[in-house]
């Protein structure tokens, strides 16, 4: 394909769409990008302040406390160190204006004093930007030799930061096979499980955080009160509380990969290794691009044959990760996984590890 942009004619196999919301590849695609329209917008600002009132809080918090209101406005101001502070605000008759349209410093210079006081002076302006609460997503991740990644791809309200965590993880995803793709080494169908995988993580982002968009209502209705009252019971309880916690933060994230042991699919925890090179994170095994065959406990036999973009790692943990040997895909999730007792599937972990070979 031959792609045009500022003046300069580039020919390519494939296009990687990752530039935002607005993403002007999507609309010159014609693709339709279904979902909700914004219901109210807001600001994010980084400032800094020459001065503050009473009202500002010291330190950080939980949200709720961080949180207030007054002169129409709604505010959370979060103390980053010193004289810097992130905040975010938004008033219910909040005109309707475009994102692109810059932030002033006599908009925030009004939510501030309307909210923390007069005495609250803005002092300066690291970077801002509007946000709403709109809600859409591709019916595909994939048109033809184009691809589409983060906010590009999906957008949702700004809540709990999730936009950053699932636009990286696509982009680990595609990554991958996208450069075996190009290097003509990619398996029948490895460049459509791109979106396989990753378009349901998108779609139940955008599920949790409608939900969040009503509990986070700066003016809830009485129900809605009632409800934040009963869910906040619920986090109480350590079992929702992990469960949210891990849905919120991806870590809970598994794929649907072929095999039975219970960490297939699954993303490790950084745990601390010792290697014949000395301590390492499991994360430092990953620069390579290639996945890894990471052996706890010596089952590997020393004449199997592994393909060279399959790096063999020998190593100790003090943790128990619940295997003795696993092999993990580049973007560091488990593809296979074997106790002491099937040190014996040689041929099973050797034709695991040629087919992911192929890939990259």
Request: with cysteine; proline share 6%.
């Amino acid at each position: 394909m031959t792609v045009t942009a500022d003046g300069l004619q580039v020919r390519a196999h494939y296009l990687a769409a990752c530039e935002g919301g607005h993403s002007t590849v999507r609309k010159l695609l014609g693709l339709p990008f279904p979902g909700r329209p914004g219901t109210q917008q807001a600001v994010l600002a980084d400032i800094r302040l020459s001065a503050v009132s009473s009202l500002v809080p010291q330190q950080l918090g939980h949200m709720s406390t961080l949180t207030r209101q007054g002169g129409g406005y709604w505010a959370m101001l979060a103390p980053l160190g010193g004289d810097r502070y992130r905040i975010t605000f938004g008033r219910a008759d909040q005109a309707d204006i475009d994102r692109d349209t810059p932030v002033t410093h006599e908009e925030i210079t009004a939510a501030l004093q309307a909210v923390y006081g007069e005495e609250t002076t803005l002092g300066a302006v690291d970077n801002s930007s509007r946000f709403s609460d709109a809600t859409r997503q591709l019916e595909h991740n994939r048109a033809g030799r184009v691809l589409f990644a983060g906010d590009a791809a999906h957008i949702h309200p700004p809540l709990g930061g999730q936009g950053l965590n699932l636009g990286i993880h696509d982009a680990i995803n595609l990554g991958w096979k996208l450069a075996a793709a190009v290097q003509d080494r990619a398996p029948s169908g490895l460049l459509d499980s791109y979106h396989t995988e990753r378009h349901p993580v998108g779609a139940q982002v955008l599920h949790h955080t409608s939900a969040q968009r009503v509990l986070a209502d700066p003016h809830p209705s009485e129900d809605v009160a009632a409800l934040r009252d009963i869910f906040i019971d619920l986090l109480r309880l350590p079992d929702t509380n992990r469960h949210l916690a891990g849905l919120m933060s991806g870590l809970s994230l598994r794929y649907e990969l072929p095999g039975e042991h219970p960490l297939t699919g699954q993303r490790m925890p950084d745990v601390d290794l010792v290697t014949a090179a000395g301590p390492t994170r499991l994360s430092a095994l990953f620069g390579s691009g290639h996945a890894v065959l990471l052996d706890l406990a010596g089952i590997v036999p020393a004449d199997l044959p592994l393909p060279a973009r399959v790096d063999l790692v020998r190593a100790t943990c003090t943790d128990d990760v619940g295997a003795a040997a696993l092999l993990f895909r580049p973007d560091g999730y488990v593809c296979w996984a074997a106790e002491k007792s099937d040190a014996c599937g040689k041929t099973l972990l050797s034709t695991i590890a040629g087919d992911l070979a192929k890939a990259h």
